[in-house]
């Protein structure tokens, strides 16, 4: 039997976000956003035609869900604000109603010795601001930062750990290059521009918070380290280098070196990509650095050298490199993503050596699963040990990674509960308390939750495989 302990303090918890939990309810004050939007207009394009307003009803059952997480061993919990809750048009009148309930929320949180961490955005563009351009429109940073300066104001007293954007590589794939989310567009250059201001209204959201805070503003990065084919092929490996320059280091380079990789400023430029800036921007990207790193992990990426023809709508980030099926590899079958372990320990590590060893945790890290209810058994719980294991094995490589030197401070899975997870909505379920949408959005804790618990009781997880 293996024991491994981490370290005192550690955060255990999970994630979520304001859009994909909280629900709507008449009258509560709420803008419209892209998702509402978008599924008012083609609620076909929505897994089983579920909208956002069916997300998991946090809004009027929080303090319940609070109770839950006490029950699975929380110490932090990580949601977001919806920017079209609070400030319905994306910019002037805050909602009242909205204030009443995030400090209602996070008071709960607080109350029973869950630190609340707080991100500003999670892909939920007010439809307000889209309408008029959305991230690529020079205007909606200044809106940005005014909602992140309203934010701090409100609820600074409260959350004293922030973030700036929730996986801002996610709207320039989804929105802008693959057609994934709305607006629906295949336009890299239109990419390019969304990236670069995303990356600047982090920045000045960090220097706004520092000029009024106390606490630390941090960024949430998905990074999907790129393994080439064969490491001995030299065009693999610069394959592998052009991915993670697009989707890895585009923001991690920016958010916490406070500058954009040469070798992707050339490559935009070969390619007349390059976006649109203002004096002063870069000098404001490289003062404001971020102080705390959350690593999304789910899978890694694997990349050979280009050998099929570039994109007849590109340019591409693939007109660079090919994606790679490895042989043998182990898969999640719902989800279609490769289950590869080792890659939390290699981001870790790449963190520790090449980034200045910041501050980070695990903000995301879990497995979704389909139709989850087959698992139930007579004491009414789903028995999930497959996720009980996916978890263990990360952490034993998070484990690792502290142990060699990584200032990796907590895991947070995702999610807390079952969610609504935008074009999937409940296809795939993903959460330690399982949400039954036939009773009301009724709350069930699954077997990993109770498991989780132990683990942070205790600090230490226990490998009884070994």
């Not at 009148?93 to 707080?118: C, H, M, S, T, W």
């Not at 909602?147 to 004293?160: H, I, N, P, R, S």
């Not at 380290?225 to 697009?246: M, Q, T, W």
């Not at 139930?376 to 978890?391: A, K, L, N, S, T």
Request: charged share 25%.
């Amino acid at each position: 039997m293996m024991q491994y302990k981490f370290p005192d303090g550690f955060w255990w918890g999970s994630a979520a976000s304001g859009p994909q939990t909280e629900g709507r309810v008449p009258g509560d004050g709420k803008g419209e956003n892209i998702f509402d939007y978008w599924y008012e207009k083609e609620p076909e394009k929505f897994f089983d035609h579920v909208g956002p307003n069916k997300a998991s009803q946090v809004y009027t059952k929080y303090k319940e869900d609070v109770q839950l997480m006490k029950q699975t061993g929380h110490n932090t919990f990580r949601t977001s604000i919806q920017w079209s809750r609070l400030i319905p048009e994306g910019t002037g009148e805050v909602n009242p109603k909205a204030v009443e309930f995030y400090r209602d929320y996070f008071q709960e949180l607080l109350d029973n010795g869950i630190e609340p961490f707080i991100n500003l955005y999670h892909f939920d563009m007010p439809m307000s601001l889209q309408n008029e351009g959305g991230w690529l429109n020079r205007k909606t940073v200044e809106a940005y930062e005014k909602y992140a300066e309203t934010c701090f104001e409100l609820f600074g007293d409260q959350v004293k750990t922030w973030f700036t954007h929730n996986e801002p590589i996610v709207p320039v794939e989804a929105g802008y290059l693959y057609k994934l989310h709305y607006p629906e567009e295949a336009n890299m250059k239109h990419a390019v521009q969304v990236g670069y201001h995303e990356a600047l209204a982090s920045a000045l959201a960090v220097r706004a918070y520092h000029k009024s805070q106390n606490g630390k503003i941090g960024i949430i990065l998905n990074l999907t380290p790129s393994y080439p084919r064969d490491i001995e092929n030299p065009g693999d490996v610069k394959a592998a280098k052009i991915a993670d320059l697009f989707f890895n280091r585009s923001f991690l380079d920016s958010a916490v070196k406070g500058e954009f990789p040469k070798e992707l400023i050339e490559l935009l430029k070969e390619a007349d990509l390059l976006p649109e800036t203002q004096e002063g921007d870069l000098q404001i990207i490289k003062d404001n650095t971020i102080d705390l790193l959350g690593i999304n992990y789910y899978q890694p990426r694997r990349i050979k050298d280009k050998e099929t023809p570039k994109a007849e709508n590109g340019p591409m980030p693939e007109d660079y490199f090919d994606v790679y099926e490895m042989p043998g590899r182990k898969m999640n079958p719902y989800r279609g993503w490769e289950i590869y372990e080792k890659g939390i320990y290699d981001i870790l590590i790449n963190v520790r050596d090449n980034y200045g060893n910041i501050p980070c945790f695990i903000s995301e890290n879990g497995m979704g699963v389909e139709n989850e209810g087959r698992f139930i058994q007579e004491d009414g719980m789903i028995h999930d040990d497959y996720r009980i294991e996916f978890v263990a094995e990360h952490l034993k490589f998070v484990h690792q990674a502290i142990q060699e030197g990584a200032d990796c401070l907590g895991y947070h899975m995702w999610t807390c509960m079952d969610n609504w997870s935008w074009t999937n909505a409940y296809k795939n379920r993903y959460g330690f308390i399982s949400v039954d949408l036939a009773e009301d959005g009724k709350r069930t804790i699954k077997k990993s939750g109770h498991w989780f618990k132990q683990l942070a009781d205790t600090n230490t997880l226990t490998d009884k495989t070994e």
